[in-house]
Each structure stands twice: as structure tokens, then as C-alpha cells.
């Protein structure tokens, strides 16, 4: 069946470099996926990578993709308090594109 | 920037009564999720809706749900005789203008509407 996992907290320094991490299990997804979501708040989608693809770079975060190992990794540079949300990688699958969402990873950023 | 809107924000129900959540989803878009979240867990797919018809479900889609798209504009999901295990915030969501789901399309979400079943 198809499972992302991904671990529940990062706490990490202003200024800092955080690295959230997302495993999955269903090899037949085409794009996967990093949404962020402040508290009370909707799910905003922050970036997306094809399964093909082992790495894309948007501004100050990074997508590293091993599809091999069925892992996802995103890469926030100079970690900010406005990072401060839950995080959630997320696979396609289905006839439908529905997403699968990972169990989500509390960021703490600390000043 | 466009954008999804559901209401009420927040709906207190008895258990065993019916409630209707609603979205409006983006203009000319043709398909339509709702999620919902559990309190401190993971959002989960309920149903994809396009062409007025469901196009795939979950498990925990079960007969108590259903979903309509009544007048064009508005898309709701039904809960027929809520449970306290429905307790939870519900989200639609409608992906990039032009109807056909291909991947990379942002799947935009609505703020949710927080369902609590006493």
C-alpha cells in the first residue's frame, strides 16, 4: 500500500540550514511534492520535483530525490522564524493524481 | 492569486446529525478533491470529483459521505450522520486551470472548515 513516513520534529537555529526528510513506498508516483502549513492555516504548496529528477533548487530550498531508496529530502538555507510550520511531502498516485500526504515534520525555529 | 473558499470555518455538530461543508473551488476547474486532517495527524484523501462524478474514493469515503457539485460554482461534501470520529478539519481543493490532472500541478487548498461532533 502505499506510506510516507517522515519524522515529527526539527528544531533548528536562525540562520541555520534545516533538512526535513520524507520516505515513501509507491515507486509509480511522477511527482512529488513539499507543502508547508502554519498553524489555523491551509496547505500551501512551496515546491514539487519530477520522479526523474534527483535535485531541484528553488531560491533557498532544495529538493533531493533518491529514487532508488524512495527518499525525499528538502533543504531549507537560512532557516528563518517565518519558517516556523508543519511540513509535509506528499507523492501523487491513483488514476486521479489524488496526494498522499507523509505524517508531516513540526520545524521549530529558534532566534 | 487564485483561491479557494470554504465555509463555515468552523462547524459544531451533535453526533448523528447531518452537515453540509462547502468549497468554491477556482473558476473552470474540473477537478476536485476533499481531504480532511485529523487533529495531529496526516491529511488524508477522502474523494476526487470531475465531470459531476466521483472519479475515485478511500476507504474512508463511506456511505455517509457524498459530494455534489449543486449549482456550477459551489462543491460540498455531506456527512449524513456524523460520528465523533469525524472530527476533523475538511479541505478541498481544485488543481491548475484547464481541467486535465497532470502531475506538477498545484493542487490549491482551501483554509478548511474545523467539523467538531460532540
Known amino acids: 500500500g502505499e506510506d510516507v513516513e517522515q519524522s515529527l520534529f526539527l528544531s533548528v537555529r536562525e540562520g541555520d540550514s534545516s533538512v526535513i526528510n520524507c520516505t515513501y513506498t509507491d515507486s509509480s508516483s511522477t511527482y512529488l511534492y513539499w507543502y508547508k502549513q502554519e498553524p489555523g492555516a491551509g496547505l500551501q504548496l512551496l515546491t514539487y520535483i519530477f520522479s526523474n529528477m534527483d535535485m531541484k533548487q528553488d531560491q533557498r530550498l532544495t529538493v533531493l530525490l533518491n529514487k532508488k531508496d524512495k527518499h525525499l529530502s528538502l533543504r531549507i538555507a537560512d532557516t528563518q522564524t517565518g519558517d516556523s510550520a508543519i511540513y509535509f511531502c506528499a507523492e501523487d498516485g491513483g488514476a486521479t493524481n489524488k496526494l498522499i500526504f507523509g505524517t508531516g515534520t513540526l520545524l521549530a525555529v529558534q532566534p | 492569486e487564485p483561491e479557494v473558499t470554504q465555509t463555515p470555518s468552523h462547524q459544531v455538530t451533535q453526533m448523528g446529525q447531518e452537515v453540509i461543508l462547502r468549497c468554491v473551488p477556482i473558476s473552470n476547474h474540473l477537478y476536485f478533491y476533499w481531504y480532511r486532517q485529523i487533529l495531529g495527524q496526516k491529511v488524508e484523501f477522502l474523494v476526487s470529483?470531475?465531470?459531476?462524478?466521483?472519479?475515485?474514493k478511500s476507504e474512508i469515503f463511506d456511505d455517509q459521505f457524498s459530494v455534489e457539485r449543486p449549482d456550477g460554482s459551489n462543491f460540498t461534501l455531506k456527512i449524513r450522520s456524523t460520528k465523533l470520529e469525524d472530527s476533523a478539519m475538511y479541505f478541498c481543493a481544485s488543481p491548475s486551470p484547464g481541467g486535465a490532472v497532470k502531475g506538477g500541478d498545484e493542487q490549491f487548498f482551501g483554509p478548511g472548515t474545523r467539523l467538531t461532533v460532540l
Open positions: 470529483f470531475y465531470n459531476n462524478e466521483i472519479s475515485e
